[in-house]
């Protein structure tokens, strides 16, 4: 029960609840404005996310 918090713990910490606050946000803030195009908006973003994504896998293929 003596573990502390290392620098690395508190770090991690911090980027998963900003990553995880700002999921919630960035939905509510999507279905406030879209109304019901709320989900045409999330499937083009995640269309783009896979382009984005191939064009990342193909560049580290080139650049290991």
Do not use: E, W
């Not at 770090?11 to 019901?36: C, E, H, N, P, R």
């Amino acid at each position: 029960m003596g573990k502390q918090i290392t620098l690395k713990d508190a770090i991690s910490i911090g980027i998963g609840g900003m990553v995880g606050g700002g999921v919630f946000a960035v939905l509510g803030l999507a279905v406030s404005l879209a109304k019901g195009g709320t989900p045409i908006t999330f499937l083009f973003a995640g269309i783009i996310a896979l382009f984005t994504a191939y064009s990342y896998a193909k560049l580290s293929r080139k650049f290991p």
